[in-house]
């Protein structure tokens, strides 16, 4: 059908006289825009920016999962003064590109065709700093129209303009070189947290899968030589990251239980053909896991992951978790993947958490300011002061390694209370969550290493990285 639209198209550009070919042109370029509406030709363009600048909760056929790309730092909103830094390094700067730009569209009005990828840079305040790269080439030709128009209004001498160009250009250069150098991002993982995975690569069977954030998949399937249950590619968003945050946000059976079906079931489903014509929702594991347990009501499926006598399937092979410390930033972006309903979309709970990590004395003397938005008094803590009001706590823990072993200092406060306070001096954090939270596996496990021995085995320890082997 293409072949012969174009075909179709050249015959008519042939057979239509050159006096009529501008007429000719409008009205074949105006067929072919709607044509290429009907026949979905927005579609692809809509999809992704439904996904990059929408940012909702994705639907797979029957379950709702939290999009993966909202928690993607490159994802946030620039307000306007980061989106001017980013794209062009300096505030004056950008105003005489701007200037220039515009200058381009009244001289040269073929540079109305710049204007989409001007629109996508624009979509950086809207839809995430990662539009920002799209608005600098065309920051970078208006300003340097600007600087090539004033120059020539002026009627200066070749030598002196030529001069002056390179030196305006030089100094609008500094400005994004300073930027350059400054940045610095961390590494995934440190050396003292991949040294972990070579040692587990030692005690692990190729076959055998690690639980861990995706973030690190590729990592630990390289240092470790053994199989993932989420990874940065393929298994980074839908049923892999909400049944991997599962197992890290909800309790120690609820996490065991739901990691063996994922790793099991992943294994079943690999190398399996699926019929083009089967339904989406038939390949998805968690489908496929709900039908085998006939279940119609998934909540209620995964409230009874809970039970320690729930009955798994045969295992095949073991499964290990691994932690580190930088998971502790992002167990706000894991919590979020497991607080929105799978069945409706919308949100079923709301965490409490907060990872304190700018952590100061208040004028007093007598209080910790975190965040700017907390305050705990320095000595003793009793209560927290939150958004204008006093709240309980329910109990206070400083945890931090001695002499090679985890030490962990508690006082319960208010039995009756929903908050928990631990202070991590070993990472610089302070975390404040609900008793929800602080049941989860991820504090119980990598947090506070109380783990349930008949369901986790620990194979190392450290400040660096927690590794448990998963004994169901």
């Known amino acids: 059908l293409k072949i012969a639209l174009i075909a179709f198209l050249y015959f008519l550009m042939i057979k239509i006289p050159s006096h009529k070919s501008k007429k000719a042109l409008r009205i074949l370029g105006t067929i072919v825009a709607i044509t290429f509406v009907i026949f979905g030709g927005l579609t692809p363009i809509a999809v992704q920016l439904k996904a990059y600048v929408l940012k909702d909760v994705s639907k797979e056929e029957i379950f ?14 620039a307000n306007f003064i980061k989106f001017v830094l980013e794209s062009s390094g300096h505030l004056f700067i950008f105003i005489c590109a701007v200037g220039g730009l515009a200058l381009l569209l009244i001289k040269f009005r ?26 600098t080439p065309m920051i970078a030709l208006g300003f340097a129209y600007f600087i090539y128009f004033t120059l020539n209004y002026f009627e200066i001498r070749t030598w002196l303009r030529s001069t002056l160009l390179a030196i305006l250009t030089c100094l609008a250069l500094m400005p994004s070189i300073d930027f350059i150098y400054k940045f610095r991002v961390a ?8 040294m972990p995975l070579a040692e587990l690569k030692n005690k692990a069977s190729r076959e055998d899968y690690v639980l861990s954030w995706w973030d690190y998949g ?16 393929g298994r980074q968003a839908g049923e892999y990251t909400f049944m991997s945050a599962f197992s890290f946000n909800k309790d120690e059976v609820s996490s065991a239980n739901m990691a063996r079906l994922n790793v099991e079931y992943i294994q079943k489903s690999q190398g399996k053909k699926f019929d083009p014509k089967l339904e989406d929702k038939f390949k998805l594991n968690l489908y496929q896991i709900q039908k085998d347990y006939g279940e ?12 320690k006598n729930f009955k798994l399937p045969q295992k095949t092979r073991d499964i290990y978790y691994y932690f580190v410390p930088h998971m502790i930033d992002i167990l706000p972006n894991i919590l979020k993947f497991s607080t929105v309903d799978i069945e409706t979309g919308k949100e079923s709970w709301t965490p409490f958490i907060h990872v304190g990590y700018d952590i100061r004395m208040g004028k007093d003397g007598e209080s910790i300011i975190i965040n700017d938005e907390c305050t705990l008094p320095s000595i003793d803590p009793e209560y927290l002061i939150y958004d204008g009001k006093r709240m309980p706590i329910n109990s206070y823990y400083q945890v931090g390694e001695v002499n090679g072993k985890l030490v962990k200092l ?21 975390l404040i969550l609900d008793k929800k939270v602080f049941e989860s596996a991820f504090i119980q496990l990598f947090v506070l290493e ?3 021995k008949d369901l986790f ?9 927690r590794i448990y082997k998963l004994l169901r």
């Not at 709702?64 to 909103?77: K, L």
């Not at 073929?110 to 996508?120: D, E, K």
């Open 64 to 77: 709702y999962f939290y999009g993966v790309r909202n928690t993607v730092n490159e994802v946030e909103n």
């Open 110 to 135: 073929s540079f109305i065709l710049t204007l989409p990828m001007i629109a996508l840079g624009v979509l950086a305040l809207f839809g995430g700093t990662r539009f920002t790269m799209y608005a």
């Open 187 to 194: 590494p995934t993982l440190t050396k003292d947290s991949i």
């Open 218 to 233: 590729y990592l630990i399937r390289y240092y470790s030589d053994v199989k993932v249950v989420a990874d940065p590619g």
């Open 296 to 307: 119609a009501d998934i909540n209620k499926f995964l409230s009874s992951l809970s039970d």
């Open 410 to 430: 508690s006082k319960q406060i208010d039995k009756n209370s929903n908050l928990y306070v631990i202070f991590l001096p070993d990472y610089q954090r302070i």
């Open 450 to 452: 109380n783990y349930d």
């Open 457 to 465: 085995e620990p194979v190392y320890l450290s400040n660096s990285a």
